[in-house]
């Protein structure tokens, strides 16, 4: 649920960019002659000319819109330009696209803290900028206004008819009596107008931008007026934006959330909602999410820029409509395999370029059953711990995809129907990969870890003497603290490629992203986690090492010198300036053999699980092991499974990617799984910290989630 976190009283001036019809301008930028054409970008799929996923402000003119195809369009501009959107692997390869968003980020970045929220849209944080230009040269005294500025549209300012728009806005950015808040906002003006300007110099983009004190306003005035312009929502101009705007339209409430508002509470509108006393909105939804709604009814955010220009988490998807409904297990298998590829292409690249893993593997699918009554039924996403290697990602998301079939169409259903077709068809699919952390720098490298110097990880292990404390602590640092800084600061070495980003014919679906987005809030509240590297995680990191053999190295600074010296020698000359002349991440896994069940550290972890003998599988169960609620089911209890374990643990050398010794659950899992849920298991793990937290809802009991038949 949102967390109502009350505006600073100190005005904040927050931007939202947004790119103008993005992939129509990333290719007009590669086809030079579509410029100022009515033009489309269209999905892969070619059926009755390809779905369009870009349109331009040209073509929008002709009626032509994004829910068409490209057969369609061309009926209402028969002279439109339709691209086909690039492809590798049977599907939309939306590197360009990335990249493309990458560069406008390295921009916009320079004046402020700056939050990439998706392949073409950023939030950035101006308030130190605006209140620098304001003890410097502020507006007041401008005598020369930029014309992008002047063409800025400010609401609630009177622009009579006849009156010269560019000369009132001039007027009120020039104003001496006016309060420190639009004064701010003024700067705000000129600051994002220049941006926008060089964005438009140095990549060819043209970008629309809101200018307000939050990101929520910010975020519904970018939209305004585009393209190419700007909309600025000064503090007395909030009640006018928000009275009559639609209540899905806001952020978080595009899903069941806004769906509840509307039947439950007859709320359509914000104006609607403002009339609520924040009481009765507790009342019904609780008391964060009842304050929140109460907040942005006035227009009241204290959401932050986060400073990240970096995707929170990479995804590869594709959707199957209609007649291309997968509908045999070795045809999901195909696919999947593509889907893992790219995924683990992007992994790899975001290791080698930003020192980052991730530790959470998630399937998303949907699917349909042609004879059940149950059409209802969603099926469900399925998340495990993140293993390294193309190989192992798809074999992860292949169980994942069997966990959920299982549960989707039961057992029997799975078993029997082989390759055969059994009334289900899967229409979407989609892996990604989250809870994606720098590595730990400085005195916490990755060298020390494969030599056994320090982990938290481990750090429990009597065998692994040589503990360095204050590595440690650098290590348990929780994420957004020094590491995390090093790798999101604008000055850092870095690229800012790859964001999060779904290609078109992966349906988002809202409520999975409403989830997402309260699950962000949600964890946030919790302790900072251990920024860990679990084994099942490295192994497997030497698959980059060859899919990145040939790429540029980039370097990571640590203090590894026998491998500095052994990288030398091997990649010589290859060493760029404004590297550390420190080895790639990649070379030093390179010297290392991590074998996943062969390696001391395996053994290691193999020996402390035997020494307290306490496991718990979490999430799913792979092939040939009881489920959590099946062990249950034998145990007729629902107790913490200290001490017990599967006969049908043993020899299954699998079992290391899904089971864990109680000490090493990996945080970031129960992350996904709900908060009850989570509070239960957190105090089996560690009674004495987590006791006071553990209110399980009744009915809402590990098992239940687990179980195919779970009801909660
Ligand atoms: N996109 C996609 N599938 C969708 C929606 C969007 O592939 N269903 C891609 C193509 C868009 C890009 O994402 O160019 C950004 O999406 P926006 O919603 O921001 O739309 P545009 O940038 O195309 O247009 P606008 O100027 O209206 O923002």
Aim: net charge neutral; aromatic share 6%.
């Amino acid at each position: 649920m949102p967390v109502a976190k009350p505006e600073s009283s100190d005005p904040r001036v927050i931007a939202h960019v947004d790119m103008d019809c993005f992939y129509v301008q990333v290719e007009q930028r590669k086809q030079p002659q579509l410029r100022g054409l009515p033009t489309a970008v269209v999905q892969y799929n070619e059926w009755k000319g390809g779905a369009l996923i870009a349109v331009s402000y040209e073509a929008r003119k002709f009626g032509v819109k994004r829910s068409m195809r490209g057969a369609e369009a061309k009926e209402v501009c028969p002279q439109i330009q339709l691209v086909q959107v690039p492809v590798a692997r049977g599907k939309a390869d939306l590197n360009g696209y990335r990249n493309a968003g990458s560069e406008v980020v390295s921009i916009l970045s320079r004046r402020g803290r700056c939050e990439r929220a998706s392949i073409d849209e950023v939030y950035l944080d101006l308030t130190n900028a605006a209140e620098t230009m304001l003890a410097e040269n502020p507006p007041q005294n401008l005598e020369k206004i930029d014309d992008e500025a002047l063409k800025s549209h400010i609401l609630g300012l009177n622009n009579e008819d006849g009156s010269d728009v560019k000369e009132n806005v001039r007027e009120w950015i020039n104003r001496h009596n006016a309060d420190h808040r639009d004064k701010l906002l003024a700067c705000g003006i000129l600051i994002v107008a220049e941006l926008r300007m060089q964005v438009l110099k140095e990549t060819e983009f043209t970008c629309s931008a809101g200018i307000a004190h939050n990101k929520m306003l910010a975020k519904l005035a970018s939209g305004m007026n585009k393209p190419a312009q700007q909309t600025v929502v000064p503090s007395s101009s909030v009640n006018g934006l928000l009275n009559t705007l639609p209540i899905r339209k806001m952020k978080q409430l595009g899903g069941k959330l806004g769906i509840s508002l509307q039947t439950d509470m007859g709320v359509n509108t914000v104006g609607d909602l403002f009339q609520f006393p924040e009481e009765k909105l507790q009342e019904r939804y609780g008391i964060n999410t009842g304050s929140w709604l109460w907040n942005i009814a006035r227009g009241i955010s204290g959401e932050a820029v986060e400073g990240r220009l970096l995707p929170k988490s990479h995804g590869s998807g594709k959707t199957f409509p209609g007649p291309r409904a997968l509908k045999t297990v070795p045809s999901v298998q195909h696919w999947l395999n593509q889907l893992c590829e790219e995924l683990s292409e992007r992994l790899c690249s975001d290791l080698d370029q930003n020192k980052r893993m991730a530790h959470t593997l998630t399937l998303h699918a949907r699917a349909y059953k042609s004879s059940d009554s149950d059409s209802q039924k969603k099926f469900p996403s399925k998340s495990c711990p993140l293993r390294y290697g193309t190989g192992k990602i798809q074999e992860d998301a292949f169980n994942l995809f069997q966990a959920g079939l299982r549960e989707y169409i039961g057992f029997y259903g799975v078993k029997t129907q082989g390759s055969q077709y059994s009334g289900w068809g899967i229409t979407s699919l989609s892996v990604s990969a989250s809870k994606i952390v720098p590595i730990p720098s400085g005195t916490c490298s990755i060298a020390k870890y494969f030599h056994g110097q320090s982990t938290p990880h481990f750090s429990s292990m009597q065998s692994l003497d040589n503990v360095n404390a204050n590595a440690e602590a650098t290590l348990l640092l929780p994420p957004g603290s020094e590491c995390y800084t090093e790798v999101n600061s604008p000055k850092a070495e870095v690229d800012f490629p790859k964001e999060e980003s779904w290609i078109e014919d992966t349906v988002p679906d809202l409520d999975l992203q409403e989830h997402k987005d309260l699950s962000s809030s949600l964890s946030k509240t919790q302790d900072g986690f251990t920024q860990d590297i679990s084994p099942s995680l490295l192994s497997g990191t030497e698959g980059c090492l060859e899919q990145n053999q040939n790429k540029q190295e980039r370097y990571i600074t640590k203090d590894e010198g026998q491998f500095k010296s052994e990288y030398k020698e091997r990649k010589g000359k290859r060493v760029k300036d404004k590297g550390t002349g420190t080895p790639s991440i990649l070379e030093l896994f390179k010297s290392y053999n991590p074998h996943p069940l062969g390696s001391s550290l395996s053994q290691e972890l193999k020996k402390t699980a035997q020494g307290t003998g306490a496991r718990l599988i979490i999430g799913f169960e792979p092939k040939g092991h009881n489920s959590l609620a099946e062990q249950n089911e034998v145990g007729k209890e629902e107790k913490p499974m200290h001490g017990r374990r599967s006969s049908r643990d043993e020899g299954d050398g699998r079992r290391e990617a899904w089971s864990y010794n109680i000490d090493e659950i990996d945080p970031t899992v129960m992350d996904e799984l709900p908060q009850e849920i989570q509070d239960e298991i957190k105090a089996w793990v560690q009674p004495h910290k987590w006791r006071p937290n553990n209110t399980a809802r009744r009915g809402c009991k590990i098992s239940h989630y687990f179980s195919p038949t779970k009801k909660s």
